[in-house]
């Protein structure tokens, strides 16, 4: 019970960061979001820490969708088969050094967008380099940069 306080104080202090996102045109979110035991499940299934930004994300949103993009998340129907959770362990079995990363999107052909327990992105594309390149920028900072790239592709 101790992860559960952790984790009452933490959306507690975050509030309704994703509202914003919510907001945009042609986005959308989960129908089913996921509760505090499903979050908590994936993350023990996924052995990552989640930063306080992806637990909030995931409980706010579930999963993000807008134009042709869709962020990876967690919903209440799919569970632990959800798409986050099962490309975040795909990746792990496949590639070690994205053990304490977990999924956020398929950029596609490979490209994938990671997050780590601090909420920072970085991408990997393991067909040009093993290693893992930070992107600099926080999660809530990626999703509303994906928005303005596709949403400026899409008029």
Same mark, same amino acid.
Request: glycine share 6%; hydrophobic share 35%; net charge negative.
């Given at each position: 019970?101790? $992860?559960?306080?952790?984790?009452? /104080?933490?959306?507690?202090?975050? *509030?309704?960061?994703?509202?914003?996102?919510?907001? =945009?045109? %042609?986005? %959308?979110?989960? %129908?089913?979001?996921?509760?505090?035991?499903?979050?908590?499940?994936? /993350?023990?299934?996924? &052995? !990552? %820490?989640? *930063?306080?930004? #992806? +637990?909030?994300?995931? /409980?706010?949103? @579930?999963?993000?969708?807008?134009?042709?993009?869709?962020? +990876? @998340?967690?919903?209440?129907?799919? @569970?632990?088969?959800?798409?986050?959770?099962?490309?975040?362990?795909?990746?792990? &079995?496949? +590639?070690?050094?994205?053990?304490?990363?977990?999924?956020?999107?398929?950029? *596609?052909? *490979?490209?994938?967008? =990671? !997050?780590?327990?601090?909420?920072?992105?970085? /991408?990997?594309?393991?067909?040009? $380099?093993? &290693?893992?390149?930070? #992107?600099?920028?926080?999660?809530? &900072?990626?999703?509303?940069?994906? +928005?303005?790239?596709? $949403?400026?592709?899409? @008029?």
């Amino acid at each position: 019970t101790q $992860s559960l306080e952790s984790n009452r /104080e933490r959306r507690m202090k975050m *509030g309704n960061i994703f509202e914003s996102i919510k907001q =945009l045109d %042609k986005v %959308k979110v989960s %129908k089913f979001l996921p509760d505090e035991k499903l979050i908590e499940e994936a /993350e023990q299934m996924m &052995d !990552c %820490k989640f *930063g306080k930004l #992806l +637990y909030s994300y995931l /409980e706010e949103c @579930g999963a993000v969708m807008f134009f042709f993009v869709e962020m +990876y @998340g967690i919903n209440k129907n799919q @569970g632990l088969q959800s798409d986050m959770v099962v490309k975040t362990k795909m990746l792990h &079995d496949l +590639y070690p050094q994205t053990k304490n990363f977990v999924a956020i999107e398929d950029m *596609g052909d *490979g490209d994938y967008i =990671l !997050c780590d327990k601090n909420d920072n992105i970085s /991408e990997f594309i393991p067909s040009l $380099s093993a &290693d893992l390149k930070s #992107l600099e920028i926080n999660l809530i &900072d990626h999703i509303q940069a994906r +928005y303005i790239q596709v $949403s400026s592709l899409n @008029g």
